[in-house]
C-alpha cells in the first residue's frame, strides 16, 4: 500500500493527522515517489493505478510562486529543530502538490487561500507573502492559525490555514523524517532464544 493508498484506507478525505502514524510506510528519496510510484509494477495495485499516478506525477497544478508560499508556510507550521528537519526537508510540498491533484476538492480552496494570503500582505505590508519579512510573515499566520481568536473577517484565512495546516501533517507524518520524529518503529520480530527453562522443567525435559 502506497501513501495516497494508506490515507485513503483511513479514511481521510479531510487528512486529519492524528491517524495517520498507522499508515506509514515511505521512501524519503523523491517527494513525488514517496506520494505514489512512477515506474514499474508495485504489488497490489492494478496497471490503471499506475498509469494514473504516473499522470498525476507528471502533470502541474500550482505555479512556482504557490510552490513557494506553500513551502514556507509548511516549514512554519513544522520548522526545522534539534530533533529533526523541516516540512520541506521532507518533501510536503510536493506532497501537497500531488494530493491536490489526487483529491480534486482541494484545488479551489487551497488556491483561493494563497491569493487571498497574499492580498493581505498586499493590503497591510504592500508585498507578497513570500517577499513580507519573516517577523511580517508570522504576524499574519498568528491572525488565523487560532480559530477560537481570530477575528470574523479571517474567516477565511482561518479555513484555508486549517487545510494547509492538516495537509502540512499528514505529508509530513507519513514521511520518512516524520516518522522518525515521532519514534514509530512498527512490528519487528522478536529473537527467539529457545525454549524457556520453566516449559522445559515442566515436561522433564531440563537436561535434554
Known sequence: MNRRDSLKALGLSTLSAGLLLEAC???????????????GAEAGRQPFEVERDKKLNADKFFTAAEMATITLLADIIIPKDEKSGSASDA??????????KDIP????????????????????????FTDSSKAQQIELVDMIAY??????????GVA?????????????????????DVGYAGNAPNKWTGVPADVLKHYGMENV
Open 147 to 156: 480559530p477560537k481568536k481570530a477575528k470574523p473577517e479571517m474567516a477565511q
Open 91 to 100: 518533501k510536503v510540498p510536493d506532497f501537497i502538490e500531488f494530493i491536490v
Open 25 to 39: 510506510k515511505t521512501d524519503n528519496k523523491k517527494a513525488a515517489e514517496e506520494a505514489v510510484p512512477t515506474t
Open 160 to 180: 484555508f490555514f486549517n487545510r494547509m495546516r492538516d495537509l502540512t501533517a499528514s505529508g509530513f507524518f507519513t514521511s520518512e523524517i516524520g516518522v522518525k
Open 105 to 128: 476538492d482541494h484545488q479551489t480552496p487551497m488556491r483561493g487561500g494563497l491569493r487571498w494570503l497574499d492580498m493581505q500582505c498586499l493590503n497591510r505590508f504592500g508585498k507578497t
